[in-house]
């Protein structure tokens, strides 16, 4: 399988090579040992064998079948504390990842990648308390009044706080949950139209142009391989 899931990760081997720019909530490290992965922006381009994207950074990739691809959940605070500048930019957890990533495909430990990169998570309760409504109610319509009353915040401070902590707006986080959850559907064996249920979308083609705009691709290229 070349789609695995952590609590806070997914890590995905394989080839990307992104026709149109792209961009997506998940905070990605992207690492081939064996050749340099292309990576272009609006304003600059970078060839590395380590590949820092940010979260809603807008960009292109290229790489061949043995590039590592883990997309961390922006809930994750060390997804904001490395939201630098996507260059070769590595210090102490990135070369942890890395160490991880570059054994033989077959034996990346997903657990140990999954618990290093969420050692550090939200720590306001509330904010956590926002984010496991999410999670547990994607399958539904989420109003921004249900997720108050669960944190006990207005409106207007939870919006606030919740961009400031996990560094976008709840509407784009509910996006990406819905997004992870789909996705985790059809590797657990589940038709497309089931799984688009899964994550709350309307039917197999929304979740198929969500799925498309932010990775360049539609989620058949993940299974198809």
């Known amino acids: 399988m070349k789609l695995r899931f952590g609590e806070h990760t997914i890590l995905y081997i394989g080839s990307i090579n992104n026709e149109t720019f792209i961009r997506h909530q998940a905070y990605c490290v992207v690492f081939n040992p064996y050749m340099q992965v292309e990576f272009k922006t609006t304003k600059y381009s970078v060839r590395s064998n380590l590949v820092v994207v940010p979260s809603l950074e807008s960009h292109r990739l290229f790489s061949d079948e043995n590039t590592r691809f883990l997309f961390i959940d922006p809930f994750c605070t060390f997804s904001k504390t490395n939201d630098t500048q996507s260059l070769q930019f590595e210090n102490e957890h990135?070369?942890?990842i890395k160490q991880y990533l570059i054994t033989d495909i077959n034996n990346i430990d997903i657990t140990s990648l999954d618990r290093l990169v969420s050692g550090s998570t939200i720590i306001d309760y509330r904010i956590k308390n926002a984010s496991d409504f999410?999670?547990?109610?994607?399958?539904?319509?989420?109003?921004t009044k249900e997720i108050v009353d669960v944190c006990f915040l207005s409106e207007s401070r939870l919006?606030?706080?919740?961009?400031?902590q996990i560094g976008m707006s709840i509407r784009k986080y509910i996006l990406w949950q819905r997004v992870v959850a789909a996705t985790k559907s059809i590797v657990e064996g589940n038709q497309l139209t089931q799984?688009?249920?899964v994550g709350g979308f309307a039917d197999g083609a929304h979740f198929t142009r969500t799925f498309k705009k932010m990775f360049g691709v539609p989620p058949s290229f993940f299974f198809s391989k």
């Open 134 to 143: 999410i999670k547990n109610n994607l399958h539904k319509t989420i109003s």
């Open 94 to 96: 990135l070369n942890k």
């Open 195 to 197: 799984a688009a249920y």
């Open 159 to 164: 919006q606030h706080s919740f961009k400031e």
